[in-house]
Nanobody, 125 residues
Framework: QVQLVESGGGLVQAGGSLRLSCTAS????????MGWFRQAPGKEREFVAA????????YYADSVKGRFTISRNNAKNTVYLQMNSLKPEDTAVYHC??????????????????WGQGTQVTVSS
């Protein structure tokens, strides 16, 4: 069983930056593909970014490409989401998720077995 805990959310002005962290318990974190998803009020949950178990492959939604960077430190059991040039439309609850198989479609929430509780990101205009 893996538990995921996100941190780093908050209120920021448009154009600002935040770095989200997701720390995992459990010894098998380094073998998991990890993803970030977000959900705004009244909207569907959407894919943001994902990273392979080694960190060698990264994937981004078109809406965040060039502004967000996903990375991981397996020694610290932590995955990060660096968010720059934030926009009001980035406002959402951000969740990290773990995929123990790492072979599926990283863009689909159904591929992930473990989820954190989420951290709120609010971008003011």
């Amino acid at each position: 069983q893996v538990q995921l805990v996100e941190s780093g959310g908050g209120l920021v002005q448009a154009g600002g930056s935040l770095r989200l962290s997701c720390t995992a318990s459990g010894r098998t974190f380094s073998s998991y593909a990890m993803g970030w998803f977000r959900q705004a009020p009244g909207k569907e949950r959407e894919f943001v970014a994902a990273i392979s178990w080694s960190g060698g492959s990264t994937y981004y939604a078109d809406s965040v490409k060039g502004r967000f960077t996903i990375s991981r430190n397996n020694a610290k059991n932590t995955v990060y989401l660096q968010m720059n040039s934030l926009k009001p439309e980035d406002t959402a609850v951000y969740h990290c998720a773990g995929d123990p198989r790492g072979l599926g479609n990283v863009y689909l929430a159904e591929e992930y077995d473990y989820w954190g509780q989420g951290t709120q990101v609010t971008v003011s205009s």
